[in-house]
């Protein structure tokens, strides 16, 4: 793989991360290039010798789990297969059989990337330097006559979205109901026999943040709401709760203090395991009033096997807090848009564009510990939006993902030259390689799936850009024609 990836890095021409056995350039370091392409598909490729080094005589040309345990756990064995057994179209041939062979042409992506920044500025960036392909692994294949990797592109400007872009404000009229008295009426109907009721109100939970995250940055007193159902709710600000399978219809509107860009917003009221102050003489000021504990002020919620007839929006506060703005969806959660019996035509169609509209939140998804329970996999669709997300365990997303938050060295809540550790991150990485809240479990390997929908609409609140296509056929003047 180390000498693949020199090649790549030596003679890859197009960017695809891959070796084109008709391009003579590409393939210069082999004397026999057919040879090398297991799979047939024309190129050499990482997927190439992965199937040759755990094919065996047993079943040749596929690899089944077993195959695959001689070189890895049962579990990461169960789920490497089906992630890439299970890819792309349930049509396409070799889908879901069972076994991984020349039919299931894994790719990291399929379609383009389109990069702001030039090559030398990755090269000499002091966050990456060296070669670009040091830290872009996997083959892209891009669609018939695209081009699978572009720097300096014009197109990322196009299509920028920044935080001040979205305005929410359509949806918080929405949310007219008033939250502690739908969790009052909910808890009424509290029967002591039946577990599944609502629970009773003033149950409080300490956990850490990130949940079951192995270096947490804080920790929350969280009261629980149990067994519930909201209607078009607003969650005030402070209330940092945890709500276990409830269902939320109509949108769910998260409040925050808009005023958050004071560099110790962040750490305000920030506690260790014991519910010790770690940080006692910060706070800042908001509307003039000194606040020593941020807490009470943003909204850190955590959402666990919940179900959402809807959609879930936050306010879109001045700056990306990740530690105080927050929001955790955990167990069999997701969205059932589609389905509902709640809510009319119009309204599926404003949700399913618009199911998760949190333009400066950090949004949490997914499972640090349990990768392949099958208690534990969020579903969504539609357009996603957050300030950066992070996706663990088992999560799959047909629509697209938009994150708005920008990292720029020493604003904000970026301390120093920190930005690189302001990322959007799809799966398990360890401390070393740059993920600073986890370690990565010992029990697998998880399965993220997006697949971009280009037909879905982007979620309203969004303020541009537009782009007008003039459909010349369409418009004619001048009488007869
Ligand atoms: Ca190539
Ligand atoms: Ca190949
Ligand atoms: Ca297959």
Redesign the pocket.
Known sequence: MDALLGSIIED???G?N???IHDST?VSDFADPSSYDTDGDGYITEFDFFLKHFDTASSPGQLTQSELEAGMSTLDAQQLLALIDTFGSPNRAGYNDGVIDQYDRYAKIRGEIHIAADVAGWEAGAATSGHYQDHLQGTIVPGHNDTPLTFQSSETGEYELNPEQFDVSSFAALATDDFLAQATANAANHDPSDSDSPQPLGNVVTEAVPFQATYPYDYYDRPVYENMVFRNVKIPKGTNALFINCRFIGVTFIETELDNDDPDYNYAGMQDATGAQKHPDRFVTIDGTDVYDTKTVANNIRFHNCKFEGGVVTDVPEEYTHARNKVTFTGNSGFEIEGSAELSDAEKSLYQRSSLLAPQYSIEMGTFVNPYDSTEVIKLSGTIVAGLIDMRGQVEIDGQLLTTFEPVSDTGPVIGDTSPQFNTTLGYFGAADGDLETEPPTNGLGVIKVRYNKDLPLPDGILGPVEAVPLWDTYFEGGKR
């Open positions: 890859d021409q197009d695809d891959r070796l084109s590409e």
